[in-house]
Structures are given as C-alpha cells and as structure tokens.
C-alpha cells in the first residue's frame, strides 16, 4: 500500500472530465494561470474587464447595429417603376406616403417641385451604421497592429501618451467621458496597456477599461471570431511556458490583418464562433441550478437582454 506509483509523462497532461467541487489542486491551479496571464499590481487606479464580458459586449453591439440596419433602411426606387409614374402626384396622393419615404426625401435633398418633374432620378438613400458604445485602442506600435490585431480595434501607439500636448486623437476624444461610451485599451499580455491604462486614468479620462489579460487570455478562450492575423509567438504559449508548436503550424497561412479580405469588420461566422464559444464558457463557469437546466450566469444575461433594448448602457 505505501509503494509510490511513478506518473507517466505521457498522460500527465490527461485530467478528469468529473467534476468534484473545490478542491485544493484546482485553486493552485487557478493560482498558477493569474500568475502566468496577468499582471495585477497593488494601487490600481483603473478598471479591468474581462474577456469574456468582451466578447458579451461585442456581441450584443454588433446584433443591435445588424438589426437596426434591417429596420433602418427605406426602400430604393427601382428603375422600371420610374417610368409608370408618369403623372404629377395629387395632394391626396401625399396622405399614402410613409414617413420613412419623406424622411429619405429630405434628406437626399428632393422636395415636394422636383417631384412633378418626371425626369428627376431620386437618388439611393445610403444609411450610416450608429456608432458603437466602446472604443477599442491597440496600444502597440503600428506595425505590431497591421499584422494582428483584435476586430474593431483602432490603433493607439503607447508613445503618444509621451507628448506633452494634442496626445489624443479626434477619434479619443469622441469618447472620453462621454455619456455611454467606455474606451478599452489592449496589448498582448498587459505590458504595455498597463502603464498607458494609468496614464489615461491620471490625465482625466475617467470611462477608460483595460482588457484583462491582452489578447493572450483572449485567444486562449476565443481562438476563433475575434483576432484577425497571424497571432506574435507570446500569444502563443502554452501553460509550462513553451511555445505550442501546434499553436505555431496554425498560424501558417494566414493573412495579415491589414490586407485580409474582410477587413476589420465582424461577419456572420465571426459572431456565430464567438456566441457558440461564450456559451460554452458559460456553461463551464456557472453550474445550473436546481429549478431547471440553465445556469444562473445564462439566464441573468437573457433577462438583462431581454429588457433593454441597449443592453450595454
């Protein structure tokens, strides 16, 4: 009974899929990965948020602004019926126009004369999307940015932080302390977005996050839908420390970010990753309850999605 049985190498990475409750290994465990991934100092005087409250808040923007492009858009005049309005409208015939149709007139610049005017083309109304609530600023350098960056982001070299006067751009300054609006600053592993998070923080911008853990927590929880690019070696990492040589070979291939066919805007399969990825996390994260099979972390989201209709405010 008091032999020792000597681990195998081969299945020391092998844990079980049973999950026990609390126990001892999983706290250092725990432990371990904040040391590793974060950088948490004593006196922070700034907020951080997590990646997968990220990832919440990307999603729920990005249905809100799909959807209200679908509901936002009037309908463009098609070349054939242009020519059966032959006659002058009727000022009885104004009560029949919607007014989403007379908005698009104003604004494309059509009154009530040009409309008895037969040969007047009414040009297409084109609708800009909302702009999002947060600003995602990349704090390395712009080369750094162009091969990989997460989606959305907007690069914000650290060395402007440097300059005495005009360090931030008009971009900046759309959001700062601006009412529903958050600024989140980012780097690869919190190296960089740390020192620019407290400088930001000293200078007067009080709606300023940091992302917890930089893109290499992100990447570690969302490999896919949020970073575009091939991925630094830093990123790449695995828990002993070592470069993952499967992390490495795929990233072979692939395109850069600032010459990847989609550009820096989300697309379907991006978001449909990342809501599949969240739920899985969530379900790990939060058991379910005993009422019934939904975790409490899922149906607290549903309710606060459900009830407002901007559920990032």
């Not at 409309?115 to 750094?144: C, F, G, I, W």
């Not at 927590?217 to 990492?237: A, E, N, Q, W």
Request: aromatic residues 6%; contains cysteine; hydrophobic residues 30%.
């Amino acid at each position: 009974m008091d032999k020792k049985i000597h681990e195998n190498p081969r299945y020391s990475r092998v844990s079980s899929r049973l999950d026990t409750g609390s126990s001892m290994s999983k706290y250092n465990r725990k432990v371990e990965d904040v040391k590793n991934n974060y950088k948490f100092k004593q006196g922070e005087i700034f907020k951080r948020m997590k990646v997968s409250t990220f990832v919440q808040l990307v999603l729920q923007v990005e249905n809100y602004v799909s959807e209200s492009d679908v509901t936002g858009l009037s309908p463009v005049p098609d070349e054939n019926e242009e020519e059966e309005q032959t006659l002058p409208p009727t000022p009885g015939s104004d009560t029949h126009r919607t007014c989403d149709s007379r908005f698009s007139e104003v604004i494309s610049g059509v009154g009530e004369m040009d409309l008895k005017n037969n040969n007047v083309n009414v040009p297409q109304t084109v609708t800009e999307k909302p702009p999002k609530p947060y600003l995602l600023l990349d704090v390395r350098d712009s080369d750094a940015f162009d091969q990989c960056h997460i989606i959305g982001a907007v690069n914000f070299p650290s060395a402007m932080l440097s300059r005495a006067q005009n360090y931030f751009t008009k971009t900046v300054l759309e959001y700062v302390n601006k009412e529903g609006k958050i600024i989140i600053l980012y780097d690869e592993d919190e190296r960089i977005a740390h020192a620019c998070s407290t400088t930001m923080i000293e200078r007067g911008v009080d709606n300023l996050f940091m992302l917890s853990g930089g893109m290499k927590v992100l990447y570690s929880k969302f490999p896919t839908g949020i970073i575009r690019g091939p991925l630094p070696k830093l990123c790449l990492v695995d828990n002993e420390g070592k470069v993952s040589k499967a992390k490495v070979k795929a990233q072979q291939g692939v395109q850069p970010a600032n010459v990847h066919p989609m550009g820096n805007e989300f697309t379907e399969d991006d978001l449909d990753h990342l809501q599949d990825t969240l739920d899985s996390l969530l379900e790990s994260m939060a058991p379910p309850t005993r009422v019934g099979g939904m975790s409490r972390a899922q149906s607290n989201m549903s309710q606060r999605s459900a009830t407002s209709a901007c559920p990032w405010k």
